[in-house]
């Protein structure tokens, strides 16, 4: 149960942020309006997955820490990770082992990052925990995420680098980073 949170809570704060690939620089990557986001993630493939509404509150500081975190995760937990423009979208080809579930994974991200993004994610899953459609031979994965600037200002309580998932659970970029160094315990490695 403990690992099924956790993996959760990383799949939750990696949507979060923009991502990037191994030959990719920061400097390659639009930076976002700082300021509180409102984040949208709908699935249609596996069905009946509720929509998740997320928050985070970014400054530049904290805008480039998540883009670093992104890089450093992709970089432990995906054997294929390549990036490339498409005209004005980021497309990034995956095939990423999270614990017991792998997936193959393509992701289209769009937008001005100023006042909106998109992100598209296709691909198939494969394994996973009991209960959240583990076992089942590869899976269909369908998600898409929109995101929208909201305020300047955070609010609630929030400061530059949380992340606010449903539930009440909040999360700091700096305690992503301490789970960073945990990920072999987490996820079995």
Request: proline content about 6%; charged content about 20%; aromatic content about 6%.
């Amino acid at each position: 149960m403990q690992r099924t949170i956790a993996t959760l809570v990383l799949a939750g704060f990696a949507g979060a942020m923009p991502t990037l690939a191994g030959g990719q620089t920061l400097q390659d990557l639009p930076s976002r309006k700082p300021g509180h986001w409102e984040l949208r993630m709908v699935t249609t493939k596996p069905g009946g997955t509720p929509d998740v509404v997320s928050q985070v509150c970014i400054d530049a500081s904290t805008d480039r820490q998540l883009m670093e975190f992104g890089l450093r995760v992709s970089k432990d937990l995906c054997k294929r990770y390549t990036m490339k423009r498409e005209g004005k979208a980021l497309v990034i080809d995956a095939e990423c082992k999270f614990g017991p579930m792998k997936s193959v994974t393509r992701t289209t991200m769009s937008g001005d990052y100023q006042s909106s993004y998109t992100v598209k994610v296709d691909g198939t899953t494969e394994g996973g925990f009991a209960g959240l459609g583990g076992g089942k031979g590869p899976q269909p994965t369908s998600m898409v995420q929109t995101a929208r600037w909201t305020s300047a200002q955070c609010g609630n309580g929030m400061k530059p680098g949380d992340f606010t998932m449903p539930g009440g659970i909040k999360v700091n970029i700096k305690q992503m980073q301490g789970l960073q160094k945990m990920l072999p315990q987490i996820l079995g490695k």
